[in-house]
T-cell receptor
Framework: GAGVSQSPRYKVAKRGQDVALRCDPI?????LFWYQQALGQGPEFLTY????????KSGLPSDRFFAERPEGSVSTLKIQRTQQEDSAVYLC???????????FGEGSRLTVL | GIQVEQSPPDLILQEGANSTLRCNFS?????LQWFHQNPWGQLINLFY?????KQNGRLSATTVATERYSLLYISSSQTTDSGVYFC???????????WGAGTKLIIKP
């Protein structure tokens, strides 16, 4: 596609619900990153993929967070048993290569009640 | 870990003014990127600039890697330039970007 596409743009979940956030990267981009951004702060790294391989997941805040990219294109970030502190904007970015320019999607804003 | 500091934290200017935003980093980096986050939250990549100078229209950036800083210049500001400008650096082989806290720019008509 022309840009990185994320869905849903907005998600309201009750505490304890599971959520899934989708990222469709720019066609041909092999690297895909997930970041979390709290209000008024810069993005914080969660995890990244090179094709289908998850090379670093050190930023995932707990084992309730899980990301996958099974065919090396679309990625899904799943959060199980959501907590209020999970409320944030989740940003996906893709790059034609590791260490290259990052292109971000519009983000998925998650609010946990 | 590496520290990334941006200044000023806030900047309010009239339309047409010029501005300089600064990013200091505490250690050598593999690359440095400048981003603009608009009021709707969209992050736009402005420059990929590990060293040297680049220009794109009214915006230009310079990174002096040996002195560990980068500057973003905005000339003839427009209201659409409003938002938060982030500097982010990558170091080592883990490909994570380390972000500054941003400069919030408001351009008044």
């Amino acid at each position: 596609g022309a840009g990185v596409s994320q869905s849903p743009r907005y998600k309201v979940a009750k505490r304890g619900q599971d959520v899934a956030l989708r990222c469709d990267p720019i066609s041909g981009h092999v690297s895909l990153f997930w970041y979390q951004q709290a209000l008024g702060q810069g993005p914080e790294f969660l995890t990244y993929f090179q094709n289908e391989a998850q090379l670093d997941k050190s930023g995932l805040p707990s084992d309730r967070f899980f990301a996958e990219r099974p065919e090396g294109s679309v990625s899904t970030l799943k959060i199980q048993r959501t907590q209020q502190e999970d409320s944030a904007v989740y940003l996906c970015a893709s790059s034609p290569r590791l260490g290259g320019e990052l292109f971000f999607g519009e983000g998925s804003r998650l609010t946990v009640l | 870990g590496i520290q990334v500091e941006q200044s000023p934290p806030d900047l309010i200017l009239q339309e047409g003014a010029n501005s300089t935003l600064r990013c200091n980093f505490s250690d050598s980096v593999n690359n440095l990127q400048w981003f603009h986050q608009n009021p709707w939250g969209q992050l736009i990549n402005l420059f990929y600039i590990p060293s040297g100078t680049k220009q794109n229209g009214r915006l230009s950036a310079t990174t002096v890697a040996t002195e560990r800083y980068s500057l973003l210049y905005i000339s003839s500001s427009q209201t659409t330039d409003s938002g938060v400008y982030f500097c982010a650096v990558e170091r080592g082989s883990n490909y994570q970007l380390i972000w500054g806290a941003g400069t919030k720019l408001i351009i008044k008509p």
